[in-house]
């Protein structure tokens, strides 16, 4: 018999997503970071980046943002009838809140930022974190769009 106090059933569901950060060159690695102990979920865990969805994270919002996949393509790759693309915006946002991986592209580029230009925006990572900053104006002032 358990004598812990925590109930599963006493926390609500809520939509979550995260991202597995993989690279094959030339032995598969995996990107994964452990919690800190002291955090109330899965602490001292190691994990994928990622995390809740936000309510703002729609494709009304982000649509303009996500221009390598639409709504459709997401809730079909997901299996979901609405709301696929929230599950891309908000792991793409975790990813680089958490640990500084940014998914994302200057407008009109293919290529992945990098290096210099991603080092000048982990700035944003902790407003971002902390709500004062949203991602839309971040994507917007930096002229970005989601990968």
């Known amino acids: 018999m358990s004598t812990s106090k925590f109930d ?15 690279d094959d060159r030339p032995d598969l690695q995996v990107f994964m970071m452990k919690r800190n102990v002291n955090t109330a979920f899965a602490g001292g865990m190691w994990v994928f980046p990622g995390g ?35 599950f891309y915006v ?10 500084g991986v940014l998914l994302a ?17 982990d700035h944003y990572r902790e407003p971002l974190n902390d709500g004062s900053v949203a991602l ?5 002032t930096e002229q970005l769009v989601l990968a």
């Open 105 to 121: 592209r200057e407008r009109g580029s293919d290529e992945l930022l990098s290096g210099e230009r991603l080092a000048k925006l």
């Open 8 to 22: 599963p059933a006493s926390v609500p569901l809520r939509s979550a997503a995260t991202v597995l950060l993989i």
């Open 52 to 86: 809740s969805v936000d309510l703002g994270d729609t494709a009304e919002n982000y649509g303009d943002y996500c221009v390598h996949r639409s709504e459709a393509q997401a809730c079909e790759a997901l299996g979901l009838d609405r709301g696929g693309l929230a």
């Open 136 to 140: 839309l104006e971040f994507l917007e």
């Open 90 to 99: 908000a792991a793409i946002r975790e990813a680089f809140e958490e640990c």
